[in-house]
């Protein structure tokens, strides 16, 4: 199966940064079939980035996904408020699907 | 707007079987678009993708548990299930149902909808 590692662990930042987060996969990901998700505690998951650079409907512009093969990043142009959360990368090129472990940006 | 919620015991005994149902609203069990997927995350840990079931009844298991899971539909209560067997205190997770949807034009799909999960622990 495919491994993801993201870092950093943990991103301290304030609003109006920029936030770069990384997810590294153990082998080429077919398709560049990764998806990003933002996760806030007692909530569900909501879908940012899909297909490793497509955002899905409704996310704001500030979100961005990019990378290729076994490199992907998110980038948050400028953080709002609302932004400080976890972000888990997810592969959907090969069964079983895997996650990153996480990367938890906060203030 | 499609939404899901997990029902089921906060608290299943070792060696027990784990039941989970996932309701869903606002959309039908039987598009044939979607998979119906289970995922968890037991504490402190990344989350695992379980697997899925189509409106049909095909099922894609993750390896990891395959020989202990089962996953069904019900179109009627436009409902899915989760039914783990044997259960140990390694178990003890959130357990999240979700929809998946392909990408446009090919066979891949991603996750576009999750429930809020619920928390199922496993202990005597």
């Known amino acids: 199966e495919i491994v993801l590692t993201q870092s950093p662990g943990t991103l301290s930042l304030s609003p109006g940064e920029r936030a770069t987060l990384s997810c590294r996969a153990s082998?080429?990901?077919?398709?560049?079939?990764l998806a990003w998700y933002q996760h806030k505690l007692g909530q569900a998951p909501r879908l940012l980035i899909y297909?490793?650079?497509s955002r899905a409907t409704g996310i704001p512009a500030r979100f961005s996904g990019g990378g290729s093969g076994t490199d992907f990043t998110l980038t948050i142009s400028r953080l709002e408020p609302e932004d400080f959360a976890v972000y888990y990368c997810q592969q959907y090129a090969s069964s079983p699907k895997t996650f990153g472990q996480g990367t938890k940006v906060e203030i | 707007q499609v939404q899901l919620q997990e029902s089921g015991p906060g608290l299943v005994k070792p060696s027990e079987t784990l039941s989970l149902i996932c309701t869903v609203s606002?959309?039908?069990?039987?598009?044939?678009?979607?998979?119906w997927t289970w995922i968890r995350q037991p504490p402190g840990k990344g989350l695992e993708w379980l697997g899925y079931?189509?409106?049909?009844?095909?099922?894609n298991y993750n390896p990891s548990l395959k020989s202990r899971v089962t996953m069904s539909v019900d179109t009627s209560k436009n409902q899915f299930s989760l039914k783990l067997t044997s259960v140990t205190p390694a178990d003890t997770a959130v357990y999240y149902c979700?929809?998946?949807?392909?990408?446009?034009?090919?066979?891949?799909?991603?996750?576009?909808?999750w429930g809020k999960g619920t928390t199922v622990t496993v202990s005597s």
């Open positions: 979700a929809r998946e949807i392909a990408a446009a034009g090919t066979d891949y799909y991603y996750l576009d909808v």
């Open positions: 079931i189509y409106y049909s009844g095909h099922t």
């Open positions: 082998q080429s990901v077919t398709g560049n079939y």
């Open positions: 606002g959309g039908s069990v039987s598009s044939g678009s979607y998979y």
């Open positions: 297909g490793a650079s």
